[in-house]
C-alpha cells in the first residue's frame, strides 16, 4: 500500500489496543515510537466509534467489524488481529477501504496442535471418560479400554499453519497423515505428510481433524452427507470454528455408530446464556456423552501463545510500517 499523503510520517502512529495483549508487545510497540491506547476492556460500541481515530487497531473477538464500520476509515490503515481467525471482520469490505489487515496465527499454531493432539488422545485413550468415572468412584477397566494413534490413518483438512503443526506433532506416533486443502498450496509438505484428494481421504482416515477457517464456502461444510461419506467410523475432531459443522448431525451419527468420539473446541453459539431451547438440549445431550469431550475456545489461547501471539504481530506491524516508508 502506497503511503497516503495525508499522513505525517514524523507524527507517531496512533495505536488502539481494544482487547488483552502482552505488556511485553506494548512496551515493544511504544520502543518503536507508536502512541499505544492500551484499552483491553473497551465496550464494543465504544471501540467501534473510536477505532477511526487510530491509525492502527489490534483486536481479538469483542466484536464484529461489518461492512458499515469500513465505510468511512478516516485515519484507520491497519487491523492487526492478535489471533488466528479473521470471520469477525468483512475482509472484502477492509480491502475495497484501503485497509491491510495482518493476523497471527504463526503464534498460537503449537497451541492449537496440542490441543488437537490432545483431544485425539483423549477419545482414543478414554482418559476423560475414564476419569469421570474414578470421580465418581467407579474403577472400570474393561470399559474403558482405549485404541491407540499408532497405525491409524488421520486426515487432516486444512494445511495452513495449525493443520501444518498438528502434522508436525503426530509425525513421530507411528499413524499415516493425510492432508486435504481445498487451497491448492500443497507443494513442498514435509515427507511425514500425503496431499490426497478429499474423495481419497474420506475413503481411508480413521481421525479426522478440521483446521480451516469459517468463511462463506465453509460455513457447515461438514453435515450428515459430509461424514456419512467416509468410508470407517471416524473420530472426529474441531479446534477452527464452530459453525464449519451442522451440530445437529452430531448425535445421531453418534447414535449410529459412524461417529466413534467428538472432540470439540469450537461450538456454533459460544455464549452459552444465548443458547436457544434447541441448542441447550443438543450440548446438554452432546455434554453427558463419554464419546464428547468439549472444551470452552481454548484451544489456541494458552499463557505462551498469548506471549508468542503478541510478539508475531508486532512483528508484521513494523514491516507493515516500514514498507509503507519505503513505498
Ligand atoms: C484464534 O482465532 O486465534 C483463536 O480462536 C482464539 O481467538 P480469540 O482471540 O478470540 O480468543
Known amino acids: 500500500m502506497a503511503y497516503p499523503y495525508h499522513m505525517n510520517i514524523n507524527k507517531p ?3 488502539l489496543v481494544a482487547d488483552t495483549f502482552p505488556a511485553q508487545a506494548i512496551k515493544q510497540l511504544e520502543q518503536a515510537d507508536f502512541a499505544v491506547s492500551n484499552k483491553p476492556h473497551i465496550q464494543p460500541q465504544e471501540l467501534l466509534e473510536e477505532a477511526h481515530q487510530y491509525e492502527i487497531l489490534i483486536i481479538r473477538s469483542k466484536c464484529r467489524l461489518k461492512t458499515e464500520f469500513f465505510k468511512n476509515p478516516q485515519k484507520l490503515m491497519l487491523i492487526g488481529r492478535a489471533g488466528a481467525g479473521l ?24 497451541a492449537v496442535a496440542e490441543h488437537s493432539l490432545g483431544l485425539m ?33 488421520i486426515g487432516l483438512i486444512g494445511m495452513g499453519n495449525m493443520g501444518r503443526a498438528t502434522a508436525q506433532l503426530l509425525q513421530n506416533f507411528g499413524c499415516k497423515i493425510l492432508a486435504y486443502d481445498r487451497v491448492q498450496m500443497l507443494q513442498g509438505l514435509p515427507s511425514y505428510i500425503t496431499s490426497v484428494s478429499l474423495a481419497q ?9 478440521f483446521h480451516i477457517p469459517l468463511d462463506e464456502q465453509n460455513y457447515q461444510l461438514v453435515n450428515e452427507t459430509y461424514l456419512n461419506a467416509f ?11 464452530g459453525e464449519i459443522i451442522d451440530h445437529s448431525c452430531l448425535l445421531p451419527l453418534l447414535n449410529a455408530q459412524k461417529l466413534l468420539g467428538i472432540g ?30 468439549m ?7 494458552t499463557h505462551d501463545s498469548f506471549e508468542k501471539i503478541g510478539s508475531v504481530l508486532v512483528q508484521k506491524i513494523l514491516s507493515w510500517r516500514s514498507s509503507l516508508i519505503q513505498n
Do not use: C, M
Not at 470471520?87 to 503449537?110: F, M, Q, R, S, T
Not at 443458547?275 to 445431550?285: A, E, F, I, S, V
Not at 472444551?295 to 489461547?301: E, F, R, Y
Open 231 to 241: 468410508k470407517k467410523s471416524i473420530y472426529l475432531i474441531n479446534t477452527s470454528r
Open 121 to 153: 488422545l483423549s477419545l482414543l485413550h478414554k482418559i476423560w471418560a475414564s476419569a469421570q468415572d474414578i470421580r465418581r468412584g467407579v474403577w472400570d477397566r474393561n470399559k474403558h479400554t482405549g485404541f491407540e494413534i499408532k497405525g491409524k490413518t
Open 295 to 301: 472444551t470452552p475456545h481454548i484451544a489456541g489461547i
Open 13 to 15: 502512529f496512533k495505536i
Open 87 to 110: 470471520d469477525l471482520i468483512d475482509l472484502e469490505a477492509a480491502h475495497e477501504a484501503g485497509i491491510h489487515i495482518v493476523n497471527a496465527p504463526e503464534g498460537n499454531k503449537d
Open 201 to 209: 481421504l474420506k475413503q481411508e482416515a480413521d481421525i479426522v481433524s
Open 264 to 293: 470439540l473446541d469450537v461450538f456454533e453459539n459460544e455464549k452459552i446464556e444465548t443458547h436457544t431451547p434447541h441448542q441447550k438440549l443438543l450440548y446438554d445431550q452432546l455434554r453427558q456423552d463419554d464419546r464428547v469431550i
